[in-house]
């Protein structure tokens, strides 16, 4: 009865994740919605609502959810403590769910901000008393991604000073956030999700070609900071060294596919066609992700790059639904979390995919056509209205699907070859 109330909690995480996930997805709609039909709707406030529960509702809870059924051993993560944490860090994601809408950063929705961060500060020292024990290659990974998480709140703690000292619209305030982001984002999520995938693998990495990919991956992590805060300071040393930052994580994912390679033959064999499929989406997007950040290293591309909301929004969502989200259902539909089997799971697929991906293409060319200077995309707005109904078609599926989804017992191995997951 207890592993089976374990298991029924662990489901109704998920179920929590993707129901945050689906709002998301909702605010982002209403946002495009917003550019056909103007409605008496705060759009910054919304934008502000959206990103939050994307991010911390989504992306972060999902993690932590995996963290403790893959990385924490079996009496370690049936401690009271994870679920009861779990929880009270959804209240704050509910609360920014509901006061950023209302007020934008505002009093309500700054303290349920402050809140999810130290409830994080949390769980990152309880994952590493209980899960560190380890020292293999994913786990390398994710005790930095850990640490990366910790560090990106640095830039959280300087808006405050930021305001009061120099104004919302200064440098300073500005870079603050785009360090948060680009810690997040390259570091905390990213080193997550890859130590989440490769745990698969094993003791199978060849382990010279982790290091040099593991440490390439750090330094290019701190070296491309850079590049969002070239756009607030001007000085060409910020350049060069961006620039060697994206050449050193091009090399670093060049050890990546080398390290995987002579995998690839028999993780393939153990793989249903739909983890396949998110599987190559996230990889894909990771690879797309690597050639944008070396095209703006063309000078006049990287200085008007952040400046077309198109181009930004769509390499927000190449990090985040294709990069992350891909390899997070991966993981999922893979370790039984979600059934691969379910009807509704494979049409939710299909329909998220091919509205994340048509998306993206109606953004960087909108973005292209406005670097261009050939003016808006006809029909722009309409397309990407109707497409990003189908992200959140395929959301609802999913969620929908989880429902039927019968949980495995936490001692199923993520490893594709263990019969259990294969069968």
């Not at 130590?195 to 698969?200: M, P, S, T, Y």
């Amino acid at each position: 009865m207890k592993l089976l109330s374990k298991m029924s909690s662990q489901k109704s995480w998920i179920i929590c994740c993707f129901f945050n996930f689906l709002i998301a997805s909702l605010m982002g709609l209403l946002m495009r919605y917003l550019y056909l039909f103007p409605l008496n709707i705060n759009y910054s406030f919304l934008l502000h609502a959206h990103s939050h529960v994307a991010m911390l509702g989504w992306a972060y809870l999902m993690i932590y959810v995996l963290i403790v059924r893959f990385y924490l051993p079996k009496e370690k993560g049936e401690k009271p403590i994870y679920s009861q944490l779990f929880w009270v860090t959804e209240f704050a994601v509910i609360g920014m769910m509901v006061s950023f809408p209302i007020q934008g950063y505002a009093l309500f929705s700054i303290v349920f901000s402050t809140m999810h961060i130290l409830l994080s500060y949390v769980f990152c020292w309880l994952v590493w008393k209980d899960g560190f024990k380890d020292r293999t290659s994913h786990h390398k990974l994710l005790l930095v991604a850990v640490l990366f998480m910790v560090f990106s709140t640095l830039g959280v703690w300087c808006l405050g000073p930021a305001v009061s000292m120099l104004g919302k619209q200064s440098a300073f305030y500005q870079i603050a956030i785009q360090f948060f982001l680009h810690f997040q984002f390259n570091g905390w999520f990213l080193f997550s999700v890859l130590a989440l995938f490769l745990k698969q693998f094993d003791d199978k990495i060849e382990k010279k070609a982790f290091k040099i990919f593991f440490i390439l991956l750090i330094v290019a992590t701190f070296l491309t900071v850079a590049f969002p805060i070239s756009w607030y300071v001007e000085n060409n040393l910020l350049s060069w060294i961006n620039t060697i930052g994206v050449v050193l994580q091009l090399v670093a994912f060049v050890y990546f596919y080398k390290m995987l390679k002579p995998q690839i033959a028999w993780f393939k064999t153990n793989l249903d066609s739909t983890t396949k499929i998110v599987y190559g989406l996230a990889l894909c997007s990771l690879f797309l992700k690597t050639g944008i950040q070396l095209l703006v290293l063309i000078p006049n591309l990287g200085e008007v790059s952040h400046q077309i909301r198109s181009f930004i929004i769509g390499f927000i969502h190449l990090t985040t639904l294709g990069i992350i989200t891909g390899f997070l259902l991966g993981v999922l539909i893979q370790s039984k979390l979600l059934s691969h089997q379910s009807y509704l799971l494979r049409i939710g697929i299909k329909c998220f995919i091919f509205g994340y991906i048509i998306t993206e293409v109606l953004l960087f060319v909108q973005g292209g056509f406005l670097y261009f200077g050939k003016g808006p995309l006809w029909g722009y707005y309409e397309e990407i209205f109707g497409t990003s109904i189908l992200i959140v078609v395929g959301l609802s599926l999913i969620t929908a699907s989880i429902f039927k989804t019968k949980m495995l017992p936490k001692e199923v191995s993520l490893n594709p070859s263990n019969s259990e997951l294969t069968k």
